[in-house]
């Protein structure tokens, strides 16, 4: 969706390109296109927002009639952005804005409301003062692209644009005497042409299209001296490239001593002020230049024949006086321009940007979070220090799960996701340090997790409304700033932690079957299935016979829940029996199918010496080293069935695997399923995977040269290839990453874990459409906004394993740069442009140039965001193999002898 709109915005500028030599973009706001005087091109603005209504509204000036296009915004969004394009070749453009309101509603209402550019918020138009409005705007340029928005501001109207332009400026123009100051907008409040009184100059005078006003209207108590002769300038050497016909009026003084300039400003700001001087006269005046009472230049020359400039900035002022004094000749000043200065923000960190842009994803839905988290305004559900995101609110949507993700938002100081279905244990918050407030109520979470004793900030804990389990950790006790702590309705039961009884922290309790300091207060609780383990309680102070009946009533109630209880039971086992039944069946029938085995989970136990150590863990749970008695050594993967699917997925993916033989796949070796235990059992190999040999000890990683990182991409590749169009039914493998492509001891790599697998048929459409699955940094940017699963999903993962073995780190990376922060994004364009820089330092100097520019360039069409245009893994394969003979004649020739 992103590329499809860059796209439309790249051939729009194209085409401007065409037919508007300039480089200029003229929207038409709510208009149609057409080509004004001389050939500018105005073009409708519907490609470039997509918000709004749209109307003409026509109004009588003193001196002609004017129909312009209007756009309003009657809906509710707080801001309404128009995406411009622009050249990345210019160091600044001009934006220039119309906003025109003449009471087209016939409401007699002119709105307020705000503009921003960019981070910053640039002005507050307000139509009641000046109607037309326009604003100028010079922008440092270091973006493709510029969003440009109307912010409404509440009670005070429905903000309206007519038009808006965008020109290039001259390179460099407008950053002299702003030094240490890079990123400021320069808000246009005076472009004045001394001396000319005879209307506006702009384009085509001026090739900019700077609209330069006349004189008279600041300043009518002076005369003005129009010069026509054309004096030819040398040494004309301005950056802001004044044009001729500017610079050839001038304002000079006559018969006083001062020549003054008056101007009121908007805002008390800072502001940055240019003068121009051209020796248009044969003589050369020389004046002192004073600004607000304060001489800013004591003896000024212009020099006949010379145009000049100078530049000054003047803080904190809310108007202005510039006066040329006399001290030679008469002083002059041919043109001038002031603006007021603005600060950008600076930007939120790269890290809680795409941390944001996943969860965003995660949750299904458009957010409308688009550029900068923060500035100029926040984005929904998200609040704001500075340029640090302290709160993110969710609710009502179906997170099901706090991801990882949620642990790379440092700077939280409030988490809420109330009411976001999240099942199983709180996990992925141990990080954020700073967390004050945390609501989690209004879900199904089942367990406390083992992250929130490091929460050390936090002052509230709102878990109402779970399905809490069990007791309450003592390990709260640690959270020494913690004055809420709201567990009502949840399954709690047993004693609070003493840790917890201290003044100054409030716990909520209630609606749980048994939860308080004391056991006493547990009396009320019956004897229910949930808790069959009844404490009987005895009151000491009861009268006898009342005692008798408690324990009457009582035992009457455990009889009966011993008895429910066992109907529950027998319920259970008749149920298992059913299912292991069907299992057995299943099971005899795959005996048909495959050479995998079915072990009982005694033979497991025995052969991981009940499950003694752990190789692996991950979402799916726990992967374990065993060894089978004839001595073959396995790994084997114990299920969590967290999805709850139950038996008839688990059945399936036995089934899947059980089909799959291919040199370059980890080998299944067969599973065992009882009690509801899902296990897995496959081949174990001795080299671990690509992840620790990239990211592992040193000592693993020196051993990766150039040519056994392409073996391994091309054995990689020959495992994918035969899923994607050697096996029946074809499958797409779904989670493609280096920590799951494995290595024997001879370093033959293989793929594993197909868990997430995907199987189709050709019958099947070209895609599949699913919930997004995978692991973040590899997946495919349009599987998804689009969720239609194909192929080339595993091709662009496997396009981000290679840019892993070339530049040698992981997909994402918190340390370095904002701009490398996401591997493909900082890849691409340094391998295209054949950066080999960013190769990684232990491959330097032993690879050769072509193997690695093949390799490349493969990598870089793997990742590319377009799925239709990405190769398939069987052109992958035959590049890579390329790339691979390459380096084995380059190592060859050069006399080396290791591999
Ligand atoms: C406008 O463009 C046409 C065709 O490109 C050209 O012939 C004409 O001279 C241009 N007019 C101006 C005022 O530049
Ligand atoms: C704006 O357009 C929408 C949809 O085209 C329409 O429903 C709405 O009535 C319009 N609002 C105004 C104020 O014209
Ligand atoms: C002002 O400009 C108009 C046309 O742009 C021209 O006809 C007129 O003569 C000019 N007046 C002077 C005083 O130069
Ligand atoms: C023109 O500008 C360049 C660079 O800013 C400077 O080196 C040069 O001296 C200038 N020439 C004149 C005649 O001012
Ligand atoms: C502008 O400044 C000059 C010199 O500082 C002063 O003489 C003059 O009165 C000022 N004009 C106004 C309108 O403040
Ligand atoms: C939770 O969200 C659902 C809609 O997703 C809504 O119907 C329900 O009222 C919400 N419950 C609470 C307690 O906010
Ligand atoms: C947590 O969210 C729920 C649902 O909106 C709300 O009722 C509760 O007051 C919140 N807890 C705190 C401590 O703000
Ligand atoms: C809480 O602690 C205080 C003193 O530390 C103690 O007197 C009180 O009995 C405790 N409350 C419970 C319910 O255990």
Redesign the pocket.
């Known amino acids: 969706m992103l590329f499809w709109i860059d796209l439309v915005l790249l051939s729009a500028f194209w085409v401007f390109g065409f037919s508007n030599p300039d480089g200029f973009l003229s929207l038409s706001c709510g208009g149609s296109s057409y080509t004004a005087a001389y050939n500018i091109s105005w073009v409708s603005d519907n490609d470039f927002i997509a918000t709004g209504n749209t109307t003409t509204v026509t109004y009588i000036e003193e001196t002609s009639t004017s129909s312009v296009p209007i756009r309003f915004f009657p809906d509710s969004q707080s801001r309404q952005c128009y995406k411009l394009p622009v050249r990345k070749d210019l160091s600044s453009v001009l934006i220039r804005a119309t906003f025109v309101y003449r009471n087209y509603d016939s409401q007699n209402q002119p709105p307020s409301f705000r503009v921003s550019l960019g981070r910053s918020i640039t002005s507050t138009v307000d139509l009641r003062i000046k109607d037309p409005w326009t604003e100028e705007l010079v922008w440092p340029v270091n973006k493709d692209s510029l969003s440009l928005c109307l912010l409404k501001v509440k009670g005070r109207g429905i903000p309206v644009i007519s038009s808006l332009e965008v020109r290039p400026l001259p390179l460099g123009a407008y950053r002299n005497s702003l030094e240490g100051s890079p990123n400021v907008i320069l808000r246009r409040s005076y472009r004045i042409n001394s001396g000319y009184t005879n209307g506006t100059i702009r384009y085509p005078s001026d090739p900019f299209d700077r609209i330069w006003d006349p004189d008279q209207s600041f300043t009518p108590f002076h005369t003005s001296w129009n010069f026509n002769r054309l004096t030819r300038l040398s040494s004309f050497n301005i950056t802001e490239n004044p044009p001729d016909s500017v610079l050839q009026t001038a304002r000079v003084l006559a018969r006083k001593d ?1 020549l ?1 300039y ?1 101007l009121s400003l908007d805002t008390l700001g800072d502001y940055y002020i240019i003068l121009y001087f051209a020796g248009i006269l044969s003589l050369s005046p020389s004046f002192s230049v ?1 600004i ?2 304060e001489v800013k230049q004591s003896e000024y020359t212009v020099t006949s024949s010379e145009a000049s400039t100078l530049y000054f900035t003047q803080k904190r002022i809310s108007k202005l ?1 510039i ?1 040329f ?1 006399k001290i030679k000749f008469n002083p002059q000043v041919n043109a001038l321009e002031v603006y007021e200065i603005l600060q950008i923000p600076p930007e939120a960190s790269s890290t809680t940007v795409s941390a944001l842009k996943v969860i965003e994803q995660f949750t299904g839905q458009d957010l409308g979070w688009q550029d900068d988290p923060c500035t100029p305004l926040p984005w929904n559900h998200i609040e704001c220090e500075g340029s640090r995101v302290t709160s993110l609110f969710l609710s009502q949507i179906n997170l099901r799960s706090i991801s990882p993700t949620f642990g790379d938002l440092l700077d939280l100081k409030t988490l809420d996701l109330h009411n976001t279905s999240l099942t199983g244990a709180i996990q992925n918050v141990g990080s954020l340090q700073h967390l004050q407030q945390l609501n989690l109520s209004f879900n199904q979470i089942k367990s406390f997790g083992s992250e929130l004793e490091n929460l050390i900030n936090l002052e509230v804990l709102d878990l109402q409304n779970n399905s809490l389990q069990g007791s309450v950790p003592e390990t709260l006790g640690k959270l020494k700033k913690l004055r809420l702590l709201n567990l009502e309705n949840n399954n709690l039961i047993g004693p609070l932690p003493q840790s917890l009884n201290r003044t100054g922290l409030e716990v909520r309790t209630t609606g749980n079957p048994c939860l308080s300091f004391t056991s006493s207060s547990c009396n009320n609780v019956s004897s229910t299935i949930d808790t069959p383990q009844v404490t009987i309680p005895i009151n000491k102070k009861h009268k006898k016979q009342n005692r008798v009946a408690i324990l009457l009533g009582v035992s009457g109630g455990a009889l009966f829940a011993t008895l429910l209880i066992f109907v529950f039971m027998s319920i259970c086992t008749r149920r298992q029996r059913n299912k292991e039944r069907d299992i057995t069946r299943e099971q005899l029938k795959m005996q048909n199918w495959n050479t995998s085995r079915i072990f009982s989970h005694k033979e497991i136990k025995t052969a991981t010496r009940n499950f003694k150590e752990v190789i692996g863990r991950g979402s799916f749970g726990s992967v374990y080293h065993g060894k089978l008695p004839d001595g073959k050594q396995v790994a084997v993967k114990v299920r969590f069935d967290k999805t709850q699917l139950g038996a008839d997925s688990f059945i399936n993916e036995v089934h899947l695997l059980s089909q799959i033989r291919h040199q370059n796949l980890v080998s299944f070796e067969g599973f065992c399923y009882e009690s509801k235990r899902q296990i897995l059992v496959y081949e174990y190999l001795h080299g671990g995977s690509l992840a620790d040999h990239l990211y592992g000890p040193s000592r693993k990683r020196l051993s990766l040269n150039w040519v056994s990182r392409l073996k391994v991409a091309v054995d990689a590749a020959k495992g994918l290839d035969y899923l994607h169009n050697g096996s029946e039914p074809r499958i797409i493998h779904r989670d493609v990453k280096c920590s799951n492509i494995l290595l024997d001891k001879d370093m033959n790599a293989k793929v594993s874990d197909f868990g997430l697998s995907k199987q189709f048929t050709k019958a099947d459409a070209s895609h599949i459409t699913t919930v997004v699955k995978g692991t973040a940094g590899y997946l495919d940017p349009e599987y998804y906004s689009t969720l239609q699963l194909t192929e080339k999903s595993d091709v662009y993962s496997f396009g981000v394993v290679l840019l892993e073995l070339i530049c040698g780190r992981e997909p994402l990376s918190h340390s370095g740069s904002p701009d490398s922060f996401n591997l493909v994004l900082w890849a691409r364009p340094n391998l295209q442009a054949g950066a080999f820089e960013i190769v990684d330092d232990v491959l330097k100097g032993t690879f050769d140039p072509e193997s690695m520019k093949k390799a490349a360039s493969v990598a870089i069409r793997c990742v590319g965001r377009d799925a239709s245009s990405r190769p398939s893994i069987a052109y992958v394969l035959t590049q890579l193999k390329e790339a691979y003979s390459l380096q084995l004649s380059y190592l060859a020739a050069s006399g080396h002898t290791d591999m």
């Open positions: 001062r003054s008056t004073t607000n009472n006086n006066t004094e």
